[in-house]
């Protein structure tokens, strides 16, 4: 870690204040660049829309799987603003609904693989010896079978359920967690200020806690942003090969696989769901994408 | 130098990247004539007692015979490996004379000896189609008369006996016996074929295609000009679209509604959209959960939303009651229950949660679009009735293991039921029989009436008086609302003009035997 | 290099070991009763159990691992349930289709990834740059199966250029086996016309599997080729009259060199489990067709083979990959 000759100038200075700055700075550097900021942007307006959305579609009782067969097929138009698929729900309706549940889905993926892989790479980077390997040999076992095969056999496993699909997809992703936390820990750990508070008679609760973890955030929040568009991918796959939310649930994925059937006269009810994980799933990686440029110092240029 | 088919080939080649993939593939088939069937389904199983479905059913008419065939519309008996067979007065003992020409494939003569043999076979394993004779035959009921003549003495009367005929198949004795096995030949028939018909299995590739080829002396008289088929496993059903329509096969044999709507016009294409006994409705858990109080039943009965299930049916139309329409003993003018929500209400304040607030299951098979559809349509009339439902997709075995007892059953459980032998007995007895409860046909629901009824109406010879007692069933059984009484979907294929002489018949219209079909050109 | 050889080759045996152990319990993790599932709806409970033993299912769970086991190493990795055949036949069959497709893929990726990553690095911070950022981004989004089914609206379905899906038209006689790689076979038999028929089959799914490593081989060109162009020994070069083209050709092409076998290393693996959706799409008859049937059906043999085979693959490539880099850079080979 270089430090840059004009922190020295406004000593003392408080430690919030030094992080305030370099939140300030890394924001500057974030800002200026374009995609980065298109892609927060489209983020914003999809947890908006995720939380709020359901509110304001125009035909609510089609969420719940209410149905309209006389008004199948309808292309869009003014009313519906997607068209209507072969139940005659309004698929922008539909579209707007399914972002809960992608969302929601993705996020706890990410946050789930993050625990398990924080934990279990934390205490095999810290503790080394055969508890390492032993962690480190499964991971990377794990790592060698695809993830989507992994994934599909444990969602058919648990059933159809917004629950059962986030545990099926966080087991197979917490390895690359644990990865990187093992990797973090083990540079930390040989850092001069975990040194000294080791020398200090620091516990190994209060060394972990107060001086790696706060030190090893940072690199989990990076992958976390860059792993959610990926998690949102997957679990629209889950959805698309037929292993994922219960009916009437609206989720991207299944919308598509269903409208599959109905392509090509009936294009519009493929589209726009396919559409809609596609756009999710670009303004996440656009982020996560800068997010790391700014935030990562090996990444940084 | 002669020309080779491959020279003639790398020599249309060149050109090959401007003709349209239909002309260049159809071009390929050459002087051979295979006939190429686009179906979804798979054929797991070759062994013609134990193997169900209709795409076994494809391969086992047409590569085994039966005593009798079924043909026409609607269905009549006609001659199979019997020639001609004559019924006792009483209507218990069937004798029938085999045709002195019917070989199997590896030359051996057909005699009585091997369709005893076969009988025999299918009552001790109880498989497959055997549940259609089981039933009404015991071990002493089959008898050599002589080498050609075999009778069947029936172990209770069983008016509907030579239609289920058709879908018991004969083996050949000599090679089963040389492969038996511990399994009674199970694991070898499974993968092998033993047959007499007209067609034998040239390629098999499981999950992918099946070939058969014309055997070179078929016994069979008459006959079109097909050198072989093919069944080409094609799962979605936008795809066999699209082949059709680009002439790459000649049949295909699950098409949706929508597909048949696209599909019209086009030039080359004959469409097939005729009525069949195949019913569609959905099962409610009589003997367990809320399910059992005749009126919550009802009131479902009433709330459910008949005119959208229709609608989203396509070419279909709604049944009148348990039996299919147009079948013998049917009754066009039954009450039946229709989208009456006052009436609903009415039966649901005398149930005993008169204000709906529960939560009900239903199963449908995974994948099953129409059934997808249907649950969505059941759900959208419970939530009328402030009653939710969780619908559980799942594939048909975890399902079939469901309906093992009430207690495991779901509350709704949706059921096609196609005929396989035109006669109201069929539907009746598979579906409403106590016998059959911890089946899928009929989980659970029992009535001392109603299988009276049906043992009654299948030993019944007059047919006046055999029509009262369908008559009286019918009544019973809505009396009941042991089930949703959904629709008759109409049998759906397509077909390229250059197929001829085929004919419909609304048993096992998909299953399509090949002898009798030529193609042009 | 021998004992680095040696050595990497003696580590894969705990991984066989680790990997036949994970990919059981993968199997075991399947629901439902895949014995009931086999006997049929009118089976008999005696039926089930006869099935059961059949196929050893009434063991406890250890025996059945090692039973297991033993049969993978000589070759037997079990029967699926459904089809009554072996595995190991049924992948020999699905196998070559899957690393066809993945290869094809994988060249395509190559192909038009090096020449934009080059040409964003070229261009740093201009408008192509910009461009290939967002277009490598947009690619590694887009999911593969919407991609497919817009490839089969607009190509197959609109304007019928080419085929929906598979690998061959149903009439088309495929060329004598010799690789199981159609484009491979045909071009031996010189059959140039199924040739072709293939080639269209192939192009669809190919494109749609390729964009995520096209993106990452475009990214990491785009990073290995700022850094040589920064770099000391560059400028020492063009100091010394060498042409700058010629130097940043030297340099970039060896650079290209191992972005190539990185991606080939990281994706290899991922891209044959990534198949399945494609294969879905596509109705291209691999190993990723056969193992969402298999799931599907609860045929867990047939799925613990896949996953095992998959993650031979990947093991045997990147083990490969490993000692391609001990030969082109040696310092690799003491770490």
Known sequence: MSVAPHDFGDFPRSAAAARFEAWRRAFYRFSGSRLSVIGLGICVFLVLVAIFGESFVPYPQHVTGGIA????????????????????????????????????????????????????????????????????????????????????????ALGPGIVNMIIAVSLSWWPGFARLVRGEVLSKKEELFVLAARALGASHARLIWRHIVPNVLGAIVIKMSLDMGFAILTVAALGFIGIGVKPPTPEWGSLLAIARGYMPEFWWTAVFPGLAIFLAVFGFNLLGDGLRDVLDPKARR | MSVTRRSVIIGAGATAGLLPLSQMTMAQTGGRKILIIASGQDIPNFDPHVATGYSPAWLLRNVYDSLVRTEGNPPKPVPGLASSWSVSPDGMTYTFKLDPKAKFQDGTPVDAAAVKHSFDRIMRLKKGNGWMVNSVIGPDSMKVIDDKTVSIKLTKPFVAFLHVLPWQ????????????????????????????????????????????????????????????????????????????????????????????????????????????????????????????????????????????????????????????????????????????????????????????????????????????????????????????????????????????????????????????????????????????????????????????????????????????????????????????????????????????????????????????????? | MLPFVIRRFLLLIPVFIGLSMLVFVIGRLLPGDPVQLAA?????????????????????????????????????????????????????????????????????????????????????????????????????????????????????????????GGRLPITAEPPPFLTGFLLIDTLVARDFSTFFLALQHMAMPAVALSLSPLATIMRMMRASTLEVLSQDYVLTARALGLSQRLTIFKYVLKNALSASLTVIGLYFGWLLGGTVLVETVFDWPGIGLYATRAITTQDFMPVMGVTLCIGLIFVAVNLLVDLAYGLVNPKVRLS
């Open chain 1, 69 to 156: 067969p006389r008004a199948r097929f309808l292309p869009p138009s003014a009313t519906h603003w997607f068209g209507t698929n072969e139940l005659g729900q309004d698929v922008f309706t539909l579209v707007v609904a399914g972002s809960r549940v992608s969302l929601l889905c993705g996020f706890a993926v990410v946050f789930a693989a993050a625990v398990v892989g924080t934990v279990l790479g934390g205490i095999a980077g810290y503790y080394g010896g055969w508890t390492d390997d032993l962690i480190m040999r499964l991971t990377d076992l794990k790592l060698t079978i695809p993830g989507l095969i992994l994934a599909m056999a444990i969602a058919a």
């Open chain 2, 169 to 521: 198949w004969v083996v050949n004795p000599k090679q089963v016996e040389a492969n038996k096995g511990s399994d009674d030949g199970q694991a070898w028939l499974s993968k092998n074929l033993a047959g007499s018909g007209p067609f034998r299995v040239k390629r098999a590739e499981p999950g992918n295609l099946y070939e058969l080829e014309r055997v070179a002396d078929a016994w069979q008289p008459g006959g079109g000009n097909l050198s072989g088929a093919i069944w080409q496993i094609v799962r979605e059903t936008i795809k066999q679209r699209q082949m059709i329509q680009a002439g790459q096969v000649h049949m295909a044999a699950d098409l949706t509604s929508e597909d048949m709507d696209a599909l019209k016009g086009r030039p080359g294409v004959n469409l097939v959209i005729e009525p069949e006994f195949r019913t569609f409705s959905i099962k409610m858990n009589t003997e367990n959960g809320p399910l059992a109080d005749i009126n919550m039943r009802r009131a479902i009965s009433y709330a459910f939303d008949y005119q959208a299930m229709l609608e989203l049916a396509g070419y279909a139309q709604l049944m009148v009651g348990p039996l299919p329409n147009g079948i013998f003993g049917h009754d066009p003018s039954l009450a039946v229950p229709r989208t009456d929500l006052a009436k609903a209400k009415e039966f649901l304040s005398k149930s005993k949660s008169p204000n709906g607030g529960i939560k009900l299951t239903m199963t449908h098979v995974t994948g099953l679009e129409q059934q997808r559809r249907w649950s969505l349509v059941l759900l959208d009339s419970l939530k009328k009735l402030n009653i939710d439902l969780d619908i559980k997709p799942m594939v048909w075995p975890d399902m079939v293991a469901l309906t093992k007892t009430p207690q495991t059953a779901p509350d709704f459980f949706p059921v096609y039921q196609t005929a396989n032998y035109g006669d109201p007995d069929n539907i009746a007895f598979a579906a409403y029989h106590s016998a059959n409860n911890g089946n899928w046909q009929n989980m659970v629901y029992k009535s001392a009436r109603v299988d009276q009824l049906i043992e009654r109406g299948r030993a019944e010879l007059d047919e006046a008086k055999r029509a009262a007692i369908y008559k009286e069933l019918q009544q019973v059984i809505v009396e009941d609302a042991p089930d949703i009484f959904g629709v008759l979907e109409k049998r759906k294929l397509a077909l390229r003009t250059d197929i001829e002489n085929y004919r419909f018949t609304p048993v096992a219209s998909n299953a399509v035997e090949l002898w009798p079909l030529s193609l042009k050109g």
């Open chain 3, 40 to 164: 049929g709806p009118h089976a008999t409970r005696e039926e089930i159990a006869a099935l059961a033993a059949e196929f050893g299912l009434d063991q406890p769970l250890p025996v059945q691992y090692l039973a297991y086991a033993k049969g993978l190493a000589i070759g037997d990795w079990g029967r699926s349930i459904q089809s009554r055949q072996p595995v190991i036949d049924d992948l020999k069959t699905f196998m070559p289709a899957t690393l066809e497709l993945v290869i094809a893929a994988m060249i395509v990726a190559i192909l038009i990834g090096i020449p934009t990553g080059l040409l964003a690095a070229v261009y740093r911070d201009r408008w192509p740059d910009t461009l290939s950022r967002a277009v490598s981004l947009g690619a590694i989004s887009i999911p593969r199966f919407f991609l497919g089914l817009l490839l089969q609206l607009a190509l197959a379905m609109w304007l019928g250029l080419l085929p929906l």
